[in-house]
């Protein structure tokens, strides 16, 4: 017998939304025999071509490069249509789920907040800009009683925002925190060796898909900044962009031309970060671009900022592998040790996964 019922709008058919169409269609028959939920995906759409079904899109048998076939086929899309199609459902238990990064499907979330649909989103625009707007968002859901679900944002599949937020519910205050946030940055800097440049490890991360397609957007700290205002404004602290202080590891040149000329230029960096990685030998250290927040009091606003340093391996950060991640937090509780969250923060599969555990949490199944 069905006892929860959910529509799912889902956003972005890419990378990280292809990943998780994949995995609802794995787990929609268990989900739907052994834990009693009717997970219907009732719309799929990007801002090229949309398909809805309200009794729900038939997954059996889901087969990637057919389902690519089959959705170039559909009716053409835009903003507006995605707007006035999700709200034209209205139908009970509704979520829509932003798997995209775009600044214009992120603006959509107010009016279908108001319209008392949850939204599950991996996007990080909305969580990371103007503050009072997250605020207002925020609000909106909890006055519905829906949800407003962005655990992804920071982590991808690591419970990083939802064990700040139980740690702030239950009257604990976050002091300082500590952070290796991008599982790109993190790839580079554990690539690059004796026998791979600094040029080349950053075309292997945009290779692997570890990275933007830009790796610029990487190089520039501009994730890390995002996920340490989300991270900060978590913790209870009115944080915005221009708050962080940063502290970049690249002349700010090779971010004002063309992506053309990134890449020609790129390989003149080679040696600096050879000569790095000779002295960092000797002395046994690891580099790491951190996110730190230090907040002295409750009522000052926290010192927030991004920066590239050494550690050596008595620091939790030295092992860091891959495209790992970790975050540490201090809290008035967790004192004088803090509470360490560490493991795989990048990658299609872990972040759609993250995705996927905010729809269900929607329903608490």
Request: net charge negative; hydrophobic share 40%.
């Amino acid at each position: 017998m069905i006892q929860h019922k959910l529509n799912v709008v889902l956003c972005g058919t890419g990378t990280v939304g292809g990943t998780l169409l994949a995995q609802i269609a794995q787990q929609q028959n268990f989900l739907r025999d052994e834990r009693k939920l009717d997970l219907r995906l009732v719309g799929i759409v990007d801002i090229f071509n949309i398909m809805t079904n309200p009794e729900g899109i038939d997954l059996n048998g889901f087969n990637m490069e057919q389902f690519r076939r089959d959705f170039a086929e559909c009716p053409k899309s835009s903003l507006s249509v995605i707007h006035d199609s999700v709200l034209d459902f209205k139908l009970e238990d509704m979520v829509f789920v932003d798997c995209t990064a775009s600044y214009e499907i992120a603006g959509l979330y107010k009016d279908f907040l108001d319209a008392g649909i949850s939204i599950v989103c991996a996007n990080k625009v909305a969580a990371s800009g103007d503050f009072a707007a997250f605020k207002k968002l925020k609000q909106t859901a909890i006055d519905k009683g829906i949800k407003y679900n962005y655990e992804t944002n920071v982590g991808a599949g690591l419970p990083v925002l939802h064990t700040i937020d139980d740690l702030v519910k239950a009257g604990d205050r976050i002091v300082k925190i500590e952070a290796v946030l991008s599982g790109t940055l993190n790839y580079i800097f554990n690539t690059v060796s004796a026998d791979v440049t600094f040029s080349e490890a950053v075309r292997c991360a945009k290779e692997e898909r570890f990275s933007e397609p830009d790796p610029r957007i990487d190089l520039a700290g501009i994730d890390v900044i995002r996920k340490l205002v989300i991270l900060a404004r978590e913790s209870g602290y009115e944080i915005s962009q221009d708050d962080v202080e940063k502290h970049l590891f690249i002349p700010q040149d090779y971010f004002d031309g063309s992506l053309e000329d990134f890449w020609k230029n790129l390989p003149q960096l080679d040696s600096h970060f050879e000569d790095m990685r000779r002295e960092l030998k000797k002395t046994n250290q690891h580099l790491r671009f951190v996110a730190r927040l230090e907040a002295d009091t409750a009522d000052a606003k926290p010192k927030v900022s991004v920066q590239l340093e050494k550690f050596s391996e008595q620091h939790p950060f030295y092992n860091l592998e891959g495209s790992n991640s970790i975050v540490m937090l201090h809290t008035e509780r967790y004192a004088p040790c803090p509470m360490i969250i560490q493991g795989y923060g990048a990658g299609a599969a872990v972040t759609a996964a993250g995705v996927f555990a905010d729809i269900l949490d929607i329903v608490n199944v």
